[in-house]
């Protein structure tokens, strides 16, 4: 075994050329959304676009059939790497989710009825959930659910009673997304098999920690994507049991999924081409197989070093007293939910934000499990072997500041500035672009907003209620209005995290104490501009904004 070097490694993806291992420029942590690209994928894209490319199975060209053999080469590597017996049961799809809702689809919706069971685990990703309802609400059959153990893995124990003779699919992932721990699939998948239920594996999460063998799994169905495993977006793998796939009929219909058309019959295509409608992402699927490669290059060593990387960041984030687990023990891949008690998550995903590292912080497409745990949400870190201990350090240090700053500043009377001053100043639309306007770089900005968070008053529990929910925000935000003599407007407004009453009192620093005439002309687009706010905001915040000001618009109108 060799000695992996984790900088070398980096190396390979352009992604981090200009940022420094634990420099506060670009801490990715987030791979388990979707990984970087190493240099060989993205030529591999860029030489097909500009010198192969043609579409595949249909020019009676060199051009074209260079890509067709390509593409079905392409095919023979994932093949070769999930252990799959035949090349006709690997069907390209667009990723995890279509491929599970080929199956959801084509099997579920026609072998289905009343009186059958789906059996699902709490840690499934919604895109094995919502299919799987769906096929259950069409057909009469029922969805029974796998409970998970303390340490967040599907508890076997259970298996004997849930797994029965109405059971006839069972849906569960290789790797959850959210807890990050290998669940017992082998298990699982021999007691489907006493009762003749089939057997689907998302492996969305596994790809790219685990060597996958489809037959040693002996599963009918194995789902993932190639975004997860440093290929491209947009493409994905359908492993099914040849006698399955047969047995199935075709999920979408067009070119390349039949042999002849009439003008009254079709007969279909040969497996794998009968689940493959239209033209397909044939760059990405021949990326896919280059990120295969580059994957393969690395032995043993690869993995000893990501087990390296997850018990050192575990242990660094448990001399965090604040940082509170979703499960118990250190998760088996680097992916790791937490809270941090006392503050919301979005204020501390942002706040990492602000120093330049990458966190997911929400439900990450797992509400039921969100509600079996119950929490609201949790931030996740999830790490690559392009990460670094370096980076994690940099990590830990700047959320121990975030958690102590919250706390020690904690004076609600006057307006705090960027640079620490304490300033007594009226709340208005020109003093705060005044207070913004030497602020350079979205982590001052960031912090200007936190202070100001602290000058929202708390609103009364009556006044959170329903009526006042600004629907579109990413944290439950709420608003009040009342009108004055002088036909003004003055509205209060409260939320759970800091960073929207932060922004929350930028934007009613610009309404309060106007008339509607006023507020209906005001340019909050401007506004946002100068003060440097909307390159900065991701889309899910900029929607929050863009709520807060409709339903201030649109209260305004109808009072
Ligand atoms: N299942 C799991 C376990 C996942 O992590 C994801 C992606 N977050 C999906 C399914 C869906 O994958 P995709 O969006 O690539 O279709």
């Not at 949400?377 to 102590?404: C, M």
């Not at 770089?441 to 960031?446: E, F, L, S, V, Y």
């Not at 329903?466 to 439950?476: A, F, H």
Request: hydrophobic share 40%.
């Amino acid at each position: 075994m060799n000695v992996f070097d984790p900088f070398a490694f980096r190396q390979c993806f352009p992604f981090f050329n200009d940022n420094e291992a634990g420099s506060a420029a670009s801490i990715y942590f987030d791979s388990a959304a979707t990984t970087q690209k190493p240099q060989v994928v993205i030529d591999c894209l860029n030489n097909f676009y500009q010198q192969q490319n043609a579409n595949v199975h249909r020019g009676s060209y060199q051009l074209s059939a260079a890509a067709t053999s390509q593409f079905e080469q392409a095919r023979v590597v994932l093949q070769a790497f999930i252990n799959a017996p035949s090349i006709q049961e690997v069907i390209w799809t667009k990723g995890t989710t279509e491929a599970i809702n080929l199956v959801a689809t084509s099997w579920g919706l026609n072998n289905l009825k009343k009186g059958d069971e789906i059996l699902l685990s709490y840690a499934e990703h919604h895109a094995n959930f919502v299919p799987w309802q769906v096929v259950a609400q069409k057909t009469g059959a029922t969805i029974s659910v796998l409970p998970l153990t303390r340490t967040g893995i599907i508890d076997t124990s259970k298996l004997n009673s849930l797994v029965n003779e109405r059971t006839r699919i069972v849906c569960c992932s290789h790797v959850s997304n959210v807890i990050g721990k290998l669940n017992p699939i082998e298990k699982i998948i021999a007691r489907a098999k006493q009762v003749g239920a089939l057997t689907l594996i998302d492996g969305a999460q596994a790809i790219a920690h685990y060597a996958i063998d489809v037959q040693a799994f002996d599963c009918d169905f194995y789902v993932f994507s190639a975004h997860k495993a440093y290929g491209p977006m947009g493409v994905g793998v359908l492993y099914g049991r040849k006698s399955l796939l047969n047995a199935m009929s075709p999920y979408q219909l067009g070119g390349e999924m039949i042999k002849k058309v009439s003008l009254t019959e079709t007969t279909y295509n040969d497996l794998p081409f009968k689940f493959e409608a239209g033209t397909p992402n044939v760059a990405g699927c021949i990326a896919f197989a280059k990120a295969i490669y580059f994957l393969k290059q690395f032995d043993e060593s690869l993995n000893v070093y990501e087990q390296q990387l997850v018990q050192y960041c575990y242990q660094a984030l448990k001399t965090i007293p604040q940082v509170r687990f979703l499960v118990e023990e250190c998760p088996d891949i680097g992916i790791f939910s937490f809270t941090v008690a006392g503050h919301h998550n979005q204020d501390i995903a942002s706040g990492l934000d602000s120093f330049g590292i990458a966190v997911r912080n929400g439900h990450h497409c797992a509400m039921p499990l969100m509600e079996y745990l119950k929490v609201t949400g949790s931030i996740r870190l999830s790490l690559a072997p392009y990460n670094t201990q370096a980076e994690i350090d940099f990590f830990i240090d700047t959320l121990k500041k975030i958690i102590t700053n919250y706390q020690l500043s904690t004076d609600k009377r006057v307006l705090i500035t960027a640079s620490g001053n304490e300033k007594s100043m009226t709340i208005n639309s020109d003093n705060i672009l005044a207070l913004f306007s030497s602020l350079k770089g979205w982590d001052a900005r960031h912090r200007q907003i936190m202070l100001l968070s602290k000058k929202l008053t708390k609103l009364a529990p009556e006044q959170r209620s329903q009526k006042n929910l600004i629907t579109g925000c990413e944290s439950k935000a709420w608003l009040n209005v009342s009108k004055t003599v002088e036909n003004t407007y003055i509205f209060t407004a409260d939320s759970e995290a800091k960073i929207i009453k932060g922004l929350l009192v930028i934007v009613l620093a610009a309404f309060n104490d106007k008339t509607a005439e006023q507020i209906l002309a005001f340019n909050i687009e401007d506004y946002f501009k100068k003060l440097g706010l909307l390159s900065h905001l991701s889309p899910s915040r900029s929607n929050g904004l863009n709520a807060i000001v409709k339903k201030i618009k649109s209260t305004v109108k109808e009072l």
